[in-house]
């Protein structure tokens, strides 16, 4: 294997020196590299993970990606995880409106990713994984694809493969931009490394005023940004199938007048406020069913010992469903990847999880998009735009802890009125605010096309 890209100079891309930070971040990813590149290959030869990936992650890709990208212009996206993958899909269908004959290549950093991004592009949009942000690896994936563009969605700001795009003539652009209060003061303790690597992009297309306001505080140029919403909310509306709602509540064995919390994403020290409320909801509507969706489903063992211990019987999404048993408890804990949006579908009330503890929540507007009503803790930070649309809304509603949790499910289960109405201007709400997509990709395109 060798590295046999095309270097190009200084003087055929955008001149620009080498500054210290980025010389610092070479020697520092360089010396990393070598440290523990020993190691890695004795995990690899003894687990065999990563061993059908590696090549694209040191910037070797298939050719045969190469080869099928064949118009113009050509457009590199990459979205790291699952939940960049869902914002590309809109970005991407307005993309090929703006510019039918326009090549796109997509990376991801996760496999979880990755086979989204193939279930939902097939072979419209050639998948591969990330290069490894060193000098290198970068080089060669990008003298191989040869982009004319280089679109990093969200909160991906990667300085070595910035700089070489960069330094290479290749346009960049951050799309659906956020930077969230908590990682905000990350950033500015190494703001002067930050805006070097930030010069290096060509255009900002934010999704909030705060987003906007923060990128600036880390030393972007406020000339290079733009406002345009988040794309998160044009694919919602499509998803949503009332067949998906049927088929997920027979699944689940459940009664469509059965009264459902489901508890989304949750992390870590919020299924015991979870269950502590729940059982007070119990004392009033006995029959109310509770499922619980880690964030990380091999929690799976351990909230099952929690529930246990509180005397409630349990069963797991991975014992129930066609060919096995059929769904007895009234608390299910759902150990199974890609399932939480539609098991939404057959909620009642959702708690959005990761927001009693100060981890920053999880999307509201996933179940707002079903029309449900909608409970989050105070850690929002992370969707602070989709807080605020579901608040102005009169759709959105905030407990602080058990107590507060049990009384709010109450009151709205005594009011079925209201559940109705709730979940109807949630639903409003993400409907009100779709076509941030188009925003983005008419971003896209102007840096493309401007004199």
Same mark, same amino acid.
């Given at each position: ?12 891309? %955008? ?58 212009? %050509? ?25 039918? +004959? ?16 193939? #279930? ?37 700001? &990667?300085?070595? &493969? ?19 209060? %908590? ?42 940004? #733009? ?39 949750? @992390?870590?020290?919020? #299924? ?37 211990? %509180? ?5 797991? @999404? ?92 109450? &009151?709205?289960?005594? @009011? ?11 639903? +409003? ?6 076509? *941030?997509?188009?925003?983005? *990709? ?8 401007? @004199?």
């Amino acid at each position: 294997m060798s590295f046999d890209f095309v270097f190009v100079p200084y003087g055929k891309g %955008r001149d620009k020196p080498m500054s210290i930070f980025y010389m610092a971040y070479i020697i520092l990813t360089s010396g990393l590299l070598l440290l523990f590149s020993p190691f890695f290959c004795v995990y690899v030869a003894v687990t065999g993970r990563y061993k059908h990936n590696i090549k694209e992650r040191l910037g070797f890709l298939p050719g045969n990606v190469i080869k099928s990208l064949s118009g113009y212009p %050509r457009i590199w996206i990459h979205a790291a995880s699952l939940g960049e993958v869902k914002v590309a899909s809109p970005i991407i269908k307005a993309l090929r409106n703006l510019m039918p +004959e326009c090549s796109i290549i997509l990376s991801t950093n996760t496999a979880h990713g990755r086979n989204l991004a193939i #279930e939902t592009f097939g072979c419209e949009v050639p998948v591969v994984y990330a290069p490894v942000d060193f000098i290198l690896t970068v080089r060669k994936a990008l003298s191989s694809v040869s982009p004319d563009v280089m679109v990093f969605l969200e909160t991906e700001l &990667w300085p070595g &493969w910035l700089f070489e795009a960069h330094r290479m003539g290749i346009k960049t652009a951050l799309v659906n931009g956020r930077i969230s209060q %908590r990682s905000i003061k990350r950033y500015l303790r190494l703001r002067p490394f930050f805006r070097d690597v930030l010069s290096n992009l060509d255009i900002f297309s934010m999704i909030l005023d705060g987003d906007a306001d923060r990128i600036k505080k880390m030393g972007a140029v406020p000339e290079k940004i #733009e406002i345009n919403g988040n794309a998160k909310y044009d694919l919602l509306t499509t998803l949503i199938c009332p067949s998906l709602k049927e088929e997920t509540r027979q699944a689940l064995n459940l009664k469509e007048s059965q009264r459902v919390i489901v508890a989304g994403s949750t @992390r870590n020290g919020e #299924e015991e406020i979870i269950l502590d409320a729940y059982e007070k909801v119990l004392r009033q509507f006995s029959d109310t069913v509770l499922i619980i969706v880690p964030r990380h489903i091999e929690r799976a063992r351990f909230i099952g010992s929690l529930i246990g211990r %509180r005397g409630l019987g349990y069963q797991c @999404r991975t014992g129930i469903g066609r060919g096995k048993a059929n769904r007895t408890e009234n608390v299910l804990i759902v150990d199974t990847f890609g399932e939480l949006f539609k098991i939404y579908s057959i909620a009642t009330i959702v708690f959005c999880g990761a927001s009693l503890v100060s981890l920053g929540g999880q999307n509201p507007l996933e179940p707002a998009a079903w029309g449900k009503v909608v409970f989050y803790g105070p850690s929002m930070d992370n969707f602070l735009d989709a807080k605020t649309l579901l608040e102005d809304a009169g759709a959105g509603v905030q407990v602080s802890g058990a107590r507060e949790m049990a009384e709010k499910v109450i &009151w709205f289960f005594s @009011r079925p009125h209201e559940i109705k109405s709730y979940g109807e201007r949630a639903r +409003e709400s993400v409907i009100k605010n779709r076509a *941030a997509a188009e925003k983005h *990709a008419t971003v896209i395109y102007r840096l493309l096309y401007r @004199r």
